[in-house]
T-cell receptor, first 115, second 112 residues
Framework: DAGITQSPRHKVTETGTPVTLRCHQTENHRYMYWYRQDPGHGLRLIHYSYGVKDTDKGEVSDGYSVSRSKTEDFLLTLESATSSQTSVYFC??????????????FGPGTRLTVL | QKEVEQDPGPLSVPEGAIVSLNCTYSNSAFQYFMWYRQYSRKGPELLMYTYSSGNKEDGRFTAQVDKSSKYISLFIRDSQPSDSATYLCATNSGGSNYKLTFGKGTLLTVNP
């Protein structure tokens, strides 16, 4: 995993509680992404960041918020967890948007269960 | 029509077989193409990267892009049990649009 860590790796929580997932990179890449992966849906983009304090929504952003106060950290918050947010969450990074650097590199994932 | 279509399989082959994995896409602006390999309970791992049409070879793996038919392929020669994984194709148009569009993945099992 290209210098990307995610924490926690596993979490079980109850409906209605807030949850924060952390992604930390040591590659100094500008772009960071949060995905969720579910059977039958594949990888879906939740939010992404194109710089410190610069974020935007992906295709499944409802119920999620993000923050990026440092280049290396990208936080994903489930404001009030629901059972439909049970999923595996992946963080990804990319260096640029041109050429070879457009490829994204993924972290190991966080397995979240909402009861 | 989904932007990237990928047969989910599952695909089961004997060790040593040649494997062909395929995706089709609809957006002619796509010009960067990637293949990721994902082992069970792990994150996707970049396997191959190609730009525009043509072939790219890396060991036992060959990625092929045909932009005229909007078709991308990954070939695995002399497949090994360690190749058993889900393979995802991905593409984007680059520039200011850095969003990757993924196929849903094909589950491959190579039997010893």
């Amino acid at each position: 995993d290209a210098g990307i860590t995610q924490s926690p790796r596993h979490k079980v929580t109850e409906t209605g509680t807030p949850v924060t997932l952390r992604c930390h990179q040591t590659e100094n890449h500008r772009y960071m992404y949060w995905y969720r992966q579910d059977p039958g849906h594949g990888l879906r983009l939740i939010h992404y960041s194109y710089g410190v304090k610069d974020t935007d929504k992906g295709e499944v952003s409802d119920g999620y918020s993000v923050s990026r106060s440092k280049t290396e950290d990208f936080l994903l918050t489930l404001e009030s967890a629901t059972s439909s947010q049970t999923s595996v969450y992946f963080c990804a990074i990319s260096e640029s948007t041109s050429g070879r650097d457009t490829a994204q590199y993924f972290g190991p994932g966080t397995r979240l269960t909402v009861l | 029509q989904k932007e990237v279509e990928q047969d989910p399989g599952p695909l089961s082959v004997p060790e040593g077989a040649i494997v062909s994995l395929n995706c089709t896409y609809s957006n002619s602006a796509f010009q960067y193409f990637m293949w990721y390999r994902q082992y069970s309970r792990k994150g996707p791992e970049l396997l191959m990267y190609t730009y525009s049409s043509g072939n790219k070879e890396d060991g036992r793996f060959t990625a092929q892009v045909d932009k005229s038919s909007k078709y991308i392929s990954l070939f695995i020669r002399d497949s090994q049990p360690s190749d058993s994984a889900t393979y995802l194709c991905a593409t984007n148009s680059g520039g200011s649009n850095y969003k990757l569009t993924f196929g849903k993945g094909t589950l491959l099992t190579v039997n010893p």
